[in-house]
Antibody, heavy 120, light 109 residues
Framework: EKQLVDSGGGLVKPGGSLRLSCAAS????????MNWVRQPPGKGLEWVGR??????????DYAAPVKGRFTLSRDDSENTLYLQMNSLKTEDTGVYYC???????????WGQGTTVTVSS | QSALTQPPSASGSPGQSVTISCTGT???????VSWYQQHPGKAPKLLIY???KRPSGVPDRFSGSKSGNTASLTVSGLQAEDEADFYC???????????FGGGTKVTVL
């Protein structure tokens, strides 16, 4: 069974940093394009960014609100995806989901989500 | 503000059909529309990808279509368990970004 387990969320002050992790199992992680989506409290889904597989270049793309502050990376030897979040703002508060993402942008496997709260 | 527009709510009685729309310029230019179902407190689940395709395990009561700049998700034979929030997504034009609709809350009367 394909599974993603998100972790690393917590409470952080504005301007602080946090690193989220996503552990994958049940599929060939090194071949997968991976993705983060977030959901502010009581609001809809918002795309954060995507990283391609190393064989497809390992390139990253980011949504405008997080570009320059967030960094996606992957450790294929550990089957783990990371999201390094710096210069956090209160508007970054929400549940963060890691997902696999198809070449056609469909997100077919989702983690359970991890909650990030940015507050003083 | 979402680049994809969905109605905030929709409803239907058990056994009926409900259709949710998703409108945006990227919808018309590409066949990359996906639909997700999210129950309260749960992670979203992929229902439809590439406009009409269903992942393994998704009931055929869920179907997708597209006409011009508007994609649609139809839920046939509504069941109580279908009550949830539904989101569409697509690529955001010619770049590699992804955009979501604002979501539609479906109520089973």
């Amino acid at each position: 069974e394909k599974q993603l387990v998100d972790s690393g969320g917590g409470l952080v002050k504005p301007g602080g940093s946090l690193r989220l992790s996503c552990a994958a199992s049940g599929f060939t992680f090194s071949n997968a394009w991976m993705n983060w989506v977030r959901q502010p409290p009581g609001k809809g889904l918002e795309w954060v960014g995507r990283i391609k597989s190393q064989t497809d270049g390992g390139t990253t793309d980011y949504a405008a609100p997080v570009k320059g502050r967030f960094t996606l990376s992957r450790d294929d030897s550990e089957n783990t995806l990371y999201l390094q979040m710096n210069s956090l703002k209160t508007e970054d508060t929400g549940v963060y989901y890691c997902t696999t993402i198809l070449w056609s942008f469909g997100m077919d496997v989702w983690g359970q989500g991890t909650t990030v709260t940015v507050s003083s | 503000q979402s680049a994809l527009t969905q109605p905030p709510s929709a409803s239907g009685s058990p056994g009926q059909s409900v259709t949710i729309s998703c409108t945006g310029t990227s919808v018309g230019g590409y066949n990359f529309v996906s639909w997700y179902q999210q129950h309260p407190g749960k992670a979203p689940k992929l229902l439809i990808y590439e406009v009409t395709k269903r992942p393994s395990g998704v009931p055929d009561r869920f179907s997708g279509s597209k006409s011009g700049n508007t994609a649609s998700l139809t839920v046939s034979g509504l069941q109580a368990e279908d009550e949830a929030d539904f989101y569409c997504s697509s690529n955001a034009g010619s770049n590699n970004y992804v955009v979501f609709g604002g979501g539609t809350k479906v109520t089973v009367l």
